[in-house]
């Protein structure tokens, strides 16, 4: 199946900087989505984003098929932003694998 | 509102007692999954459905029975519940396999 890597593993951000997170997938896939789980545990699609660019306020993200990646940009990171961010992938079986997250802590 | 609906949120429950963590999604999805989340293992898929009647194990079914007799009920039954499916879990649909997924608010489950 699929793997998904994610870096980095944590992030400190102070509230106000900006920040890339990176998603690496091992095949072809046709289905790339970003979630993020607040600290009360809930996921929260965040992107649908199998190829292209997307934003969403200070949320952008950008998947590049081709070389297997897609990366995530939070602007501005407010505290609100804290939790963690996921990956996930899918094949043309419609299998969805995760990626281990990235924690991000948003300091004031 | 479009949701994804658990109950369940929080359950602590003994070894043995058969158990069912409803799921009802209200957005005519086609496509239901179930999840568990545990730490340094990540979010790990059960089973998924994807139509009516239409079911098929994940990665880590053991353990677990699903059954789709409605489009929008998925519900999970563990009939003899173990400490090792203490974990959180989390039902999903989509509009068809490989679209975006929306997700309910998670059930937590302790077995003891």
């Known amino acids: 199946g699929i793997q998904v890597e994610q870096s980095p593993p944590d992030l400190i951000l102070q509230e106000g900087a900006n920040s890339t997170l990176r998603c690496n997938f091992s095949?072809?896939?046709?289905?790339l989505q970003w979630f993020h789980q607040n600290p009360w545990g809930q996921l929260i699609n965040l992107f649908y984003?199998?190829?292209g660019t997307k934003q969403n306020g200070r949320l952008s993200a950008t998947t590049v098929a081709t070389e297997r990646y897609s990366l995530l940009y939070i602007s501005s990171s407010q505290t609100t932003d804290s939790g963690v961010y996921f990956c996930a992938a899918g094949d043309s079986w419609g299998k969805l694998q995760f990626g281990a997250g990235t924690q991000v802590v948003v300091t004031p | 509102e479009a949701q994804v609906t658990q109950n369940p949120r929080y359950l602590i429950t003994v070894t043995g007692k058969k158990l069912t963590v409803t799921c009802s999604q209200n957005m005519n999805h086609e496509y239901m999954s179930w999840y568990r989340q545990d730490p340094g293992l990540g979010l790990r898929q059960i089973y998924y459905?994807?139509?009516?009647?239409?079911?098929d194990k994940g990665d880590v079914p053991e353990g677990y029975k699903v059954s789709r007799k409605e489009k929008r009920n998925f519900p999970l039954i563990l009939e003899s519940p173990s400490p090792n499916q203490t974990s959180l879990y989390f039902c999903?649909?989509?509009?068809?396999?490989?679209?975006?997924?929306?997700f309910g608010s998670g059930t937590r489950l302790t077995v003891v």
């Open positions: 999903a649909s989509s509009l068809s396999m490989g679209t975006q997924y929306t």
């Open positions: 095949d072809s896939v046709n289905n």
């Open positions: 984003i199998p190829s």
């Open positions: 459905s994807m139509n009516v009647e239409v079911t």
